[in-house]
């Protein structure tokens, strides 16, 4: 059965993940080299957009967050977990656009009654814009929402994968079930296919770590699974590269730098498929899960979404513990995380003793 461990671990592993890859976002490696020295950088920091003394997130945690919002509150008012899940990120749109609710919704910015001890609405840093997925927010501008037959747009951003996580935990006795929900969830906002099935590839992949499965089974259970799937052959194709890459560097071969180029040849992180295949990449080859972290986040690509995928699967191999204090004493929205992280994972326990 899940443990708490492990859901901490995978949401303050996002976290921390996407903290250290924000101020990298848009440099080279050339850069990072120059900016930071010959080892990147290893710590978090604070930005010219932080709200506090701490390190800042991204959108890629806030609607992380904004999911696990969403399921808590489908299990409160007993409704389909992408209903909930939908209000969870109007809640996350109102609080980026400043835009009056619209009417039916105003309700849903109010505390609700699965937020007793934390609305995470009323939390500051929830608010705050960082490096938007405009995409994302023009979806959810839209009055009818996004489904797989009604399409917003043709985004295979990488912006939907980290709310892919939570709803892997929750379905984490089910991978095809977790698949089926993460797709749906990932289409209020994405419409293209390598973006909402990257979405539902990594909840499996999460499902099955839970589960106890190892990555390189997990993948065998899921390339199984996605040659039955419409259009899922370029989300194929670049895991499995992801794994000939890690085949080609031995065990405990040196620090983080010896895999930039490895990283690279994946893809820049960009697209979904490709920040889902170079997590992956990190995860299986780099033995050390702090140092995996770090290389996640300086290749000179989309640094925020790497990493924070590689730190959400670290965090459920090793719970937070592989995240050092000096991180998760800077981390922005740290006491949400946890409080939410405690919540969700009893919201997890009780659906496995329901069945």
């Not at 039955?228 to 670049?238: A, C, P, R, Y």
């Not at 590689?310 to 981390?331: C, Q, S, V």
Request: aromatic share 8%; glycine share 8%; with cysteine.
């Amino acid at each position: 059965m899940l443990e708490l461990k492990e859901v901490r671990g995978a949401l303050l592993g996002e976290a921390c993940g996407d903290a250290l890859g924000y101020p990298l976002i848009h440099l080279s490696q050339e850069k990072i080299l120059s900016i930071f020295g010959q080892f990147g950088l290893r710590l978090l920091v604070r930005t010219k957009k932080s709200i506090s003394k701490s390190a800042p997130v991204t959108e890629l945690t806030q609607l992380m967050l904004s999911t696990v919002d969403g399921l808590l509150w489908s299990d409160a008012k007993k409704i389909d977990v992408t209903e909930g899940v939908y209000k969870g990120y109007m809640r996350w749109y109102y609080g980026q656009t400043g835009e009056e609710p619209r009417r039916g919704q105003k309700s849903w910015m109010r505390r609700q009654s699965h937020e007793h001890e934390i609305c995470l609405i009323h939390k500051k840093f929830m608010h705050e814009r960082r490096e938007g997925d405009e995409d994302c927010l023009n979806a959810l501008s839209s009055i009818k929402r996004g489904t797989k037959k009604h399409k917003l747009n043709d985004s295979e951003s990488s912006s939907v994968l980290t709310r892919a996580i939570p709803v892997g935990l929750l379905y984490s006795d089910d991978f095809k079930l977790a698949f089926e929900k993460a797709v749906e969830i990932a289409y209020l906002t994405h419409s293209s296919d390598i973006a909402v099935l990257s979405a539902g590839t990594l909840a499996a992949l999460v499902s099955l770590s839970v589960s106890g499965s190892s990555i390189p089974k997990a993948l065998e259970t899921i390339y199984e699974f996605l040659n039955k799937v419409e259009n899922s052959d370029s989300i194929i194709s670049l895991l499995s590269a992801a794994q000939e890459q890690s085949v080609k560097h031995p065990a405990g071969k040196g620090g983080s730098w010896d895999y930039i180029d490895s990283i690279n040849s994946l893809g820049s992180g960009e697209k979904a498929n490709e920040a889902l295949a170079m997590a992956v990449f990190c995860f299986m080859t780099i033995d050390d899960p702090f140092e995996a972290v770090i290389a996640a986040a300086n290749h000179g690509g989309n640094s925020s979404a790497v990493a924070s995928i590689t730190g959400a699967l670290e965090g459920i191999r090793h719970g937070e513990k592989f995240l050092p204090n000096y991180w998760t004493d800077m981390l922005e929205g740290r006491e949400s995380i946890e409080l939410l992280a405690e919540k969700f994972c009893h919201m997890c326990e009780k659906r496995i003793l329901r069945k």
